[in-house]
Structures are given as C-alpha cells and as structure tokens.
C-alpha cells in the first residue's frame, strides 16, 4: 500500500502536511523497573558452609591419623621380623665368609710361596685395624 492511498491523495505530501503521531506511555504509565541488587537468599549460610568443610577436613584428618598409625605398625613388625632373624643371616655370611678367606689364603700361599718373607695373611697395610674384605668372592682372578 502506498503512501497515497492511505492518505487518499494524489502525489508526495510534505512532512509538515503529515498528521502528527507520537509513541508514548501507556495510560497509566509503565510498571517501575527493578534496578536494586537483590540477591536470593536460598541455600546455605556461610557459616553452616564453613562448618561442613571443617567436619570434612577434621574427618579426613582424623583418617590419615589412622592409616599412619596402621602403616606405623606394620613397618615396626617388619622391623622385628628382621631383627629376629638377623642373627642367623650373620651367622651364615660368617660361615660362608670363613670358607672364603681360607680359599683365598690358601691361593695366597700357593703364589706367593717362591717370594722370601712372604707372611701369608698378613695385611700389607699397617693400621693396626682388621677390616673385613668388601663383598662377594675375595679371589681377584674370579673376577
């Protein structure tokens, strides 16, 4: 539809000529607008919040606590069962130690037996302090 045949005339009409018409309020006005911060108050209080974290956290504590004293006496048994058999481990590294050192000085004999002097056993480091051989075989040509 054109603009001449709403108005019912013929040709371009001038704005002036043009019947006023204006946007405005409603009767009454429009409702108030709520621009106030309001924040629903649902849920917990921070305080109750805050409680519940600390139960969480005291009950977790209290859980590792338990667990420590769980794992601490588990390694203590461990502790005592080595101890126990401590002993009887020594006891077989000395005999096994023995039938070593009298391999060894018989093969020192055995070698050193042309060399004039030559005191099987001996240490030749004067400290004046026996200290046992390091590890596993004490013949050097093993190894």
Avoid at 9 to 18: P, R
Avoid at 29 to 49: C, D, E
Avoid at 58 to 77: D, L, P
Avoid at 88 to 115: G, P, T
């Amino acid at each position: 539809m054109t603009e001449a045949a709403i108005r019912k005339k013929a040709g371009m009409a001038s704005v002036k000529d043009m019947p006023l018409l204006q946007d405005g309020p409603p009767p009454g006005g429009f409702a108030p607008v709520r621009y106030a911060r309001r924040i629903p108050s649902k849920g917990p209080s921070a305080v109750a919040i805050f409680l519940t974290a600390l139960g969480a956290f005291s009950w977790g504590m209290y859980q590792v606590g338990k667990g420590n004293k769980i794992r601490r006496a588990i390694k203590e048994e461990k502790y005592a069962a080595r101890r126990a058999i401590l002993p009887m481990l020594q006891a077989e590294e000395d005999e096994r130690f023995v039938k070593e050192w009298k391999k060894y000085l018989e093969e020192e004999a055995r070698i050193m037996k042309d060399v004039p002097g030559w005191k099987v056993g001996e240490s030749v480091y004067h400290s004046g302090r026996w200290m046992p051989p390091a590890t596993g075989e004490m013949r050097p040509e093993v190894w």
